[in-house]
């Protein structure tokens, strides 16, 4: 306490010393010699001024000033128009080396390209078709009535005049395509040429503008240098005379003098225990129950089945839980929990969705169900498999269909065999093989090794597999099945990709799969807007990776049928 009176004590006679001695300076010479400095400084400001607005006015260019970025539009533009220059020489490049290749194709024989053309064309390909309708009748005429026959000979000569037509259209086709092929890429390489005749132009003249522009600014910005520098000379200035014009107004500049020594403290004023430590346990609760509520705001993940029905207002018809919450479900494969763990909660989850798809309104025309997800991992592979595997479990008939052509997973999960338990050397067709009219519909099925089970791989990846699914040969596909199966159970992409979207418009029902740790929900209500807006039938939706809270009613189920389990094993024993 001694010592802080002593530093207030010095304090206060620096002050008063370092007072009185800008009081005793001659305050008034001061200020008239920096007033003189003063109208100096504004007369070169006022002439610098000046031949800024003469430059402005004299010149074309909008803005000359070095704070507007007017140069680096200029920089841009040139930049801009540079690249677009080289990007427009390379591809006149390209079209002179693709119109190159489409004179050899225009002169020289058909290559594939052109061939493609051919075989694609409707007409040529209905020809085509009648040609072969035609070969059965001939063979059976044959067998009747002889070579020389009548009708023998009226049915060859109706063949080789359709060859001939055959051949006719394809020759049209093929030389069409080939001098229009070529006909456009000569128009737009002179339109490339046009245009890179005008960049050409413009680029010579944004340069000559961009040195006329350098040229201006140079001169501007020397009198603009000038101008700033005098005007921080002047504020400077200009704040020094305020502040002695304040001490020289001051009427008691020189008559400060102290009352006396500074007392020596009674207590000390910093920490006051008994304020801070209320104080701060206060606010640590309301840190801690701020951030409680950060974390909770900010979780957006559909993690309960009232997140389903309070964001999406569509069916709930399973919910999975989390494989950490069973204990039966160690070294069990998840996609074949229902069968390689029966009496799991887990399989006891599937049988429960199994039954409330069974029971639910529309139940009856469900007979081709599309399991799909928001995102890719949610888990929809294995909502699928154990779904069938309940199915077959009661006697039903199904068919598995794998058309996620970038993903397949029949063949891991259902892997093929031979009759004799071997794994066959050479993969059978699969479901794009028949979408694209390389087998037919009994090639495509094979036995999924179960009791009940067939399945339809996915086969090779098409190049338009969207089309493909979306077409004839797939709604025929499941208009046969829907006759044969109890059940036909589509596994197919996420809703990220075209190829869902199709599914989704032809099957007898939608089931969408969300998981609690990876469906956010905004994503889920994107999901659920893109499948109103393509009519598709949502038959409902299924959490996966449920998990118990504390307390709640999915922890006290879980104890609850665990005990109802352990009293029928004790029984049985």
Do not use: W
Not at 208 to 231: G, N, P, V, W
Not at 486 to 491: E, G, H, K, S
Request: some cysteine.
């Amino acid at each position: 306490p001694k010592e802080v009176a002593i530093i207030v004590d010095e304090m206060v006679n620096l002050f008063i010393s370092k007072q009185r001695t800008m009081a005793t300076r001659d305050i008034t010479e001061q200020l008239t010699t920096y007033n003189k400095q003063k109208g100096v400084l504004e007369s070169a400001i006022s002439i610098a001024i000046d031949s800024l607005e003469e430059i402005r006015l004299v010149s074309k260019f909008a803005n000359l000033s070095s704070r507007i970025t007017y140069r680096s539009y200029m920089e841009d533009k040139i930049s801009n128009l540079e690249r677009t220059y080289s990007e427009l020489d390379t591809q006149v490049k390209q079209f002179q080396v693709q119109i190159e290749t489409f004179r050899k194709r225009a002169e020289g024989k058909f290559d594939e390209v052109v061939r493609e053309q051919m075989e694609r064309d409707p007409i040529a390909s209905g020809m085509r078709n009648r040609i072969a309708s035609m070969a059965p009748l001939l063979a059976q005429q044959l067998m009747k009535f002889g070579d020389g026959h009548r009708r023998v000979r009226e049915t060859r000569t109706a063949i080789k005049e359709m060859e001939i037509e055959l051949g006719k259209r394809q020759a049209f086709i093929a030389e069409t395509q080939r001098k229009s092929s070529l006909r456009q890429a000569e128009d737009q390489m002179l339109a490339l040429t046009s245009t890179l005749k005008d960049l050409e132009e413009q680029r010579i003249a944004a340069r000559l503008e961009h040195k006329e522009l350098s040229e201006e600014r140079a001169e501007y910005a020397t009198f603009e240098q000038k101008r700033d520098t005098k005007q921080k000379e002047l504020d400077i200035l200009s704040a020094h005379i305020q502040k002695l014009t304040m001490i020289h107004d001051d009427p008691l500049v020189a008559k400060l003098q102290s009352t006396g020594p500074a007392p020596v403290p009674l207590r000390e004023s910093f920490p006051d225990i008994k304020m801070l430590v209320p104080a701060g346990m206060m606010l640590g609760f309301m840190l801690g129950a701020g951030i409680a509520f950060a974390i909770e705001l900010l979780n957006d993940l559909l993690r309960s089945p009232s997140d389903i029905a309070k964001h999406l207002h569509i069916p709930l018809l399973g919910a999975i839980y989390h494989s950490d919450e069973d204990d039966d479900l160690e070294d069990v494969d998840l996609c074949h929990v229902v069968r390689q763990a029966p009496y799991s909660i887990m399989s006891e989850s599937y049988r429960q969705f199994r039954t409330n798809l069974q029971m639910s309104d529309s139940a009856k025309k469900h007979k081709v169900l599309f399991i799909t997800s928001s995102g890719a991992g949610d888990g929809k592979t294995s909502v699928a498999v154990n779904l069938i595997s309940t199915l077959i479990a009661e006697g039903r008939k199904v068919l598995f269909i794998d058309s996620n052509f970038r993903r397949p997973s029949s063949t891991i999960m259902f892997p093929r065999t031979e009759t004799d338990g071997s794994i066959p050397e050479h993969a059978d067709y699969g479901l794009s093989n028949y979408l694209m009219g390389q087998c037919t519909c009994e090639e495509v099925i094979r036995h999924g090794g179960l009791t009940g089970l067939d399945i339809v791989d996915s086969g090779p990846l098409p190049s338009n597999p969207a089309e493909i699914l979306g077409g004839a040969n797939m709604k025929n596909l499941l208009a046969k099945c829907r006759e044969i199966y109890d059940y036909v159970i589509i596994d197919g992409p996420p809703l990220l990709l075209t190829d869902a979207k199709m599914l989704a418009s032809i099957a007898d029902g939608t089931i969408v799969v969300f998981n609690t740790e990876t469906s956010k929900r905004g994503t889920a209500q994107r999901t659920m807007r893109e499948l109103r807006r393509i009519k598709a039938n949502v038959a409902g939706s299924v959490l996966i990776g449920v998990r118990s809270m504390k307390g709640g009613y999915f922890e006290e189920k879980i104890r609850l049928y665990q005990e109802y389990q352990e009293g029928q094993i004790i029984r049985s024993v």
